[in-house]
């Protein structure tokens, strides 16, 4: 999907089952499904998971942190120890590497389904997020909706002029 100007958008009710698998929505899974047998599954703030095709999620990931290990290297970094190492602890637990089954079948892994906040046979919100799509609990996603809505047409305006 790198060189896919496809832009992932729509709001879809899903619920999870016993065991947290649902299915993505058919009108957004195939950039996923054409990608391969695998996604990223990203925690972005509390209630809210982002999905990303492998390779998209893979090559901005790559690019930060070989551009992070080249400010280690040249010394850049010497002073901010601590900042680094609150980084490094969000690199080593803000994503995994997921499979996606069948026609966007996925199961939400334990630490990432409490993140979220949904419990097995609650309902999660797939959005469209352009770039990738974001599964929300929905009172998060309410809120979020709230803060942000004033604001959109000025970005709207400012993204497409």
Request: net charge neutral; glycine share 10%; with cysteine.
């Amino acid at each position: 999907m790198s060189a896919d100007t496809r832009l992932l958008m729509g709001e879809f009710s899903r619920s999870l089952d016993e065991r947290y698998r649902m299915s993505l929505p058919a009108e957004l899974a195939d950039p996923f499904v054409e990608a391969g047998p695998n996604c990223i599954l990203v925690k972005e703030r509390p209630g809210c998971l982002s999905l990303w095709v492998e390779s998209v999620w893979q090559a901005q990931y790559s690019a930060a942190v070989e551009l992070l290990q080249a400010k280690l290297r040249a010394g850049k970094l010497r002073d901010r120890g601590a900042d680094v190492q609150r980084l490094g602890r969000m690199l080593s637990t803000r994503h995994r590497v997921i499979p996606l089954a069948g026609r966007g079948r996925l199961v939400l892994p334990e630490g990432f389904r409490e993140f979220l906040g949904v419990e097995a046979g609650g309902m999660v919100l797939v959005v469209g997020a352009a770039v990738c799509l974001e599964l929300w609990h929905e009172a998060s996603w309410r809120e979020h909706l709230g803060r942000e809505l004033p604001g959109f047409s000025s970005l709207f305006e400012e993204l497409t002029r």
